[in-house]
């Protein structure tokens, strides 16, 4: 069964002197708790380590009452087995964190206690606690934890990891109920494991009770039920009793600071007196059975596991450190006095009764639960009211909403303090009249609210913060509402919700909006799903993003998409994909730095791709299908210059050698076409011999296709020296190592090298960048941008004159590619046989081909 769990304080990043970790190693009313150091830098880390190594269920943070954090986040660590238990071989898993309210709807004199229901084995716990809320009381931007509990069961060694709730729940379908009040139950928590119960209750008395509370168990197990009955009056007595002695305890302590000893001392003689007269008149050592019982059998009040059926032997295994099972909840505790205690989730309404109206007679008693738990709502309301409300039949239950709205309406002005205690209490109610099964009820409650928020608040004039109080509580049952089964409970929550975002009172708080962009986490129910994004839809259409009243940004719907992007329902992905389409036709490329970069990659999705069409679409580009013709006509185009190109060199090689006259047509129809490269028609006469050339000028096995130098040693092995070493208009490969032309080096890289696998494109300045550095490149966008129209070299990364014209110029030129080693080479070469011409025939080394341009 799960309980309190020792543990204690092994590091904290920052303390201030007055109020160290230590503090939190105990609970008791003088507890002063922990306190970051004056304007410290944020996170804080608190690590604690738990006794032994346990399967945590529980988790309380009690705040400090104005220093106060923003957000905490939780983590549980663990150590592999084969490594020390020691803090630094902790490995943690984050469970999630928990946002605080700024206290001031309490004026700072409360502390709010957060309870975390999880599931996760470890023996650290972490809490990582981040910035605090400004206000003036604190004066130094410090954070607090008065406490922390921890509720859990110590594992065993070897002990397997299995659910005690579904072994407890199987056992109860086959043998019946196997214990009430929480007995027998592996998942029931004692409410005298609660931090309240430890922080506002003498230590003396508490002690005393959780004796008591032991005996009363024992008492139901051996059916002793009037000394069990006896037992719980006593313990409802002493919790009172011990709230008292923890205040006066703390008004001792206040006084013993101001150095008033005479109002310590008058303050101890008060407890002592009145600590005697509890315990004698409760008759503490009778009930204890100091001198013995009547029935000294021995019972464990450990839930007991017998042999499993058959049927049980294949549970569910559950991992070591799972995520958290259930949400948290809030409580807000006064800051030197504890309130009646809240359950932790609401009672489930059972199916409605056959019955309709005409009932007679008065609903049923409150229990105790019940009791406590709407305890606000009784004294407002007055308890035969409220028992209307808890009552089992439909009808009693909406008599009782019919009531408190006539209330409400009656209740005269003037006293703004009466009309905001009767606010928040039937706020209790209403949030129960949303969640009921029945419709009628549910729609008595829409009707409060409304009623509430277009009314009430007006007519009392209330103040900002008690609608936005009403609307924060109510809001997330609306939501939930909104995933119901049945279809007009779905609508009528939807539709109240677009006409409370509208309200005079409302709207200007912008809190409707707000919650309903918070992203969720997990993967919620379909239909709750689907329904939250049509809000989030309907919102968007109905308020827009122009007006910055309106709440609704950008950023806000757009971090909501991403997450409903990926949701698994393809209903809830189409919603989510309809709300980022409407976006982008209103606010344009900002809509794209949310999503997965645009490449062939994220395409490959047909989610993504269609997306992405259709912002093409938006902005006017091409579609896929018109980019393939596009390039189909490229290439058929490209083809056509490189069989003309062809042509040109063979009359130009069967000129030289005397087989052939020139075609004078040929030539001037290729002109024509454009097919000379870098946009130069071809030359429309035949090359007029240079007397200075003591060999063949038309010798093309003399001339390096590439670079265009004329050189008589430049025979077949010469010439592939020269492009294996000098040619500057090339360069090896520092993959493949094979001679590739520095104009197609890019190209090289991302389709022909052995290599290509280790390289992408940048899209910003068209260069292969190797993959490890390819996102860090592309998110730096230091790169010098690629221009249209000019040509880009690999190597000095400069933008330059388009064309072969323009790639030698850079290449070869004394003022050209500062990055080019071979230029230097080129220019610091005797000029004997070069000549600037471009004629062109032998054919490049094997491997080594001419790229046109």
């Known amino acids: 069964m799960p309980h309190k769990i020792p543990f204690k304080v092994i590091?904290?990043?920052?303390?201030?002197?007055?109020?160290?970790?230590?503090?939190?190693?105990?609970?008791?009313?003088?507890?002063?708790?922990?306190?970051?150091?004056?304007?410290?830098?944020?996170?804080?880390?608190?690590?604690?380590?738990?006794?032994?190594?346990?399967?945590?269920?529980?988790?309380?943070?009690?705040s400090h009452q104005y220093d106060i954090a923003t957000r905490i986040e939780i983590f549980v660590g663990d150590v592999p087995e084969d490594l020390p238990c020691v803090l630094d071989n902790a490995r943690y898993t984050r469970l999630g964190y928990v946002s605080l309210s700024?206290?001031?709807?309490?004026?700072?004199?409360?502390?709010?206690?957060?309870?975390?229901?999880?599931?996760?084995?470890?023996l650290f716990l972490k809490l990582n606690i981040h910035k605090n809320h400004i206000n003036k009381h604190n004066l130094y931007n410090q954070v607090g934890v008065v406490a922390i509990n921890v509720i859990g069961e110590e594992i065993r060694k070897g002990q397997e990891l299995v659910d005690d709730l579904d072994i407890y729940e199987q056992k109860q379908k086959l043998?019946?109920?196997?214990?009430?009040?929480?007995?027998?139950?592996?998942?029931?928590?004692?409410?005298?494991?609660?931090l309240a119960f430890d922080m506002y209750q003498d230590p003396e008395i508490g002690q005393i009770i959780r004796k008591l509370d032991k005996k009363?168990?024992?008492?139901?197990?051996?059916?002793?039920?009037?000394?069990?009955?006896?037992?719980?009056?006593?313990?409802?007595?002493?919790?009172?009793?011990?709230?008292?002695?923890?205040?006066?305890?703390?008004?001792k302590r206040q006084a013993v600071e101001n150095e008033d000893y005479d109002k310590a001392k008058l303050k101890k003689v008060q407890m002592d007196e009145y600590r005697l007269q509890v315990y004698t008149d409760l008759k503490i050592n009778d009930l204890l059975e100091a001198t013995g019982s009547r029935h000294p059998k021995k019972i464990t009040l450990e839930p007991t596991r017998g042999p499993t059926p058959p049927r049980l032997l294949e549970l569910p295994q559950r991992s070591p450190s799972p995520p958290p099972r259930t949400p948290y909840d809030e409580r807000v505790i006064p800051a030197m006095k504890r309130p009646s205690v809240v359950p932790d989730e609401d009672p489930v309404e059972p199916p409605p009764d056959s019955a309709g109206g005409?009932?007679?007679?008065?609903?049923?008693?409150?229990?105790?639960?019940?009791?406590?738990?709407?305890?606000?709502?009784?004294?407002?309301?007055?308890?035969?009211?409220?028992s209307k409300a808890y009552s089992k039949t439909w009808s009693y239950r909406e008599d009782a909403l019919l009531a408190v709205y006539k209330q409400m309406q009656e209740l005269s002005t003037g006293n703004k303090d009466d009309a905001r205690t009767m606010l928040r209490a039937s706020l209790f109610l209403i949030k129960k009249a949303i969640t009921d099964k029945v419709y009628a009820v549910f729609k008595a409650g829409l009707m409060l609210l409304k009623m509430i928020l277009t009314e009430f608040i007006n007519k009392h004039k209330l103040v900002k913060a008690d609608t936005m109080t009403t609307v924060e509580r109510t809001l997330p049952s609306l939501l939930h509402k909104s995933g119901d089964t049945a279809v007009r409970n779905r609508d009528d929550a939807k539709n109240f919700i677009y006409e409370m975002a509208e309200f005079p009172t409302v709207k200007p708080t912008m809190v409707v909006p707000h919650e309903c962009v918070?992203?969720?986490?997990?993967?919620?129910?379909?239909?709750?799903?689907?329904?939250?994004?049509?809000?989030?839809?309907?919102?968007?259409?109905?308020?827009?993003?122009?007006?910055?009243?309106?709440?609704?940004?950008?950023?806000?719907?757009?971090?909501?998409?991403?997450?409903?992007l990926q949701h698994t329902s393809a209903d809830v992905r189409l919603v989510a994909e309809r709300i980022v389409k409407a976006l982008y036709k209103e606010a344009g490329q900002p809509v794209k730095d949310y999503l997965p970069v645009d490449d062939e990659k994220t395409r490959k999705n047909t989610m993504w791709r269609l997306l992405f069409e259709y912002f093409d679409q938006i902005d006017g580009?091409?579609?896929?299908?018109?980019?393939?013709?596009?390039?189909?006509?490229?290439?058929?185009?490209?083809?056509?210059?490189?069989?003309?190109?062809?042509?040109?060199?063979?009359?130009?090689?069967?000129?030289?050698?005397?087989?052939?006259?020139?075609?004078?047509?040929v030539l001037k129809a290729d002109a024509k076409k454009g097919l000379k490269k870098g946009g130069k028609a071809a030359p429309k006469t035949k090359p007029k011999p240079d007397p200075d050339d003591d060999t063949s000028v038309y010798n093309m096995d003399n001339i390096c296709i590439f670079c265009g130098e004329k050189n008589s040693s430049f025979t077949e092995e010469g010439l592939d020296l020269h492009y294996w070493k000098n040619c500057p208009m090339l360069k090896r490969c520092a993959n493949c190592k094979q001679v590739v032309e520095i104009a197609s080096y890019t190209d090289?890289?991302?389709?022909?090298?052995?290599?290509?696998?280790?390289?992408?494109?940048?899209?910003?300045?068209?260069?292969?960048?190797?993959?490890?550095?390819?996102?860090?490149?592309v998110a730096e966008k230091a790169c010098n941008a690629a221009k249209s129209g000019m040509n880009h070299c690999p190597l000095c990364h400069q933008n330059h004159i388009s064309g072969e014209d323009g790639w030698k110029n850079h290449l070869m030129a004394k003022d050209g590619c500062k990055q080019n080693p071979r230029r230097l080479l080129a220019l610091n070469k005797p000029q004997g046989k070069a000549g600037g011409a471009t004629t062109r025939g032998k054919p490049a080394p094997k491997g080594l081909k001419k790229t046109p341009r």
């Open 216 to 251: 009363k168990q024992e008492a139901v197990l051996q059916e002793r039920y009037e000394y069990a009955k006896k037992l719980k009056a006593t313990i409802v007595e002493l919790q009172k009793a011990g709230e008292k002695l923890g205040k006066y305890e703390v008004e």
């Open 358 to 386: 005409g009932i007679t007679g008065e609903p049923e008693p409150l229990s105790e639960k019940d009791m406590r738990e709407a305890s606000a709502a009784v004294d407002v309301f007055g308890e035969p009211l409220v």
């Open 102 to 122: 700024d206290n001031e709807k309490t004026g700072f004199k409360a502390r709010e206690l957060k309870s975390v229901h999880v599931d996760a084995v470890g």
């Open 11 to 62: 590091h904290a990043s920052g303390q201030d002197e007055n109020f160290r970790a230590a503090e939190l190693n105990h609970h008791n009313p003088l507890t002063k708790g922990w306190q970051s150091a004056k304007y410290c830098l944020y996170p804080q880390d608190l690590v604690i380590q738990l006794e032994k190594r346990a399967r945590l269920r529980k988790i309380q943070v009690l």
């Open 518 to 564: 918070k992203a969720w986490k997990g993967n919620p129910a379909p239909r709750l799903a689907q329904s939250r994004a049509e809000i989030v839809e309907a919102l968007y259409e109905q308020l827009g993003i122009k007006d910055s009243r309106s709440g609704l940004t950008t950023d806000n719907i757009m971090n909501f998409c991403v997450v409903a």
């Open 621 to 665: 580009k091409p579609s896929k299908s018109d980019i393939k013709r596009q390039k189909a006509e490229e290439e058929s185009k490209k083809q056509q210059e490189i069989e003309g190109l062809q042509r040109q060199l063979q009359q130009l090689k069967d000129m030289a050698s005397g087989k052939a006259p020139v075609d004078e047509n």
């Open 175 to 194: 043998f019946g109920d196997v214990g009430t009040d929480g007995l027998g139950r592996p998942d029931y928590i004692s409410p005298l494991d609660d």
């Open 748 to 777: 090289h890289l991302l389709t022909e090298c052995e290599a290509k696998s280790n390289y992408a494109k940048c899209n910003r300045c068209t260069e292969a960048i190797t993959k490890p550095e390819h996102e860090q490149h």
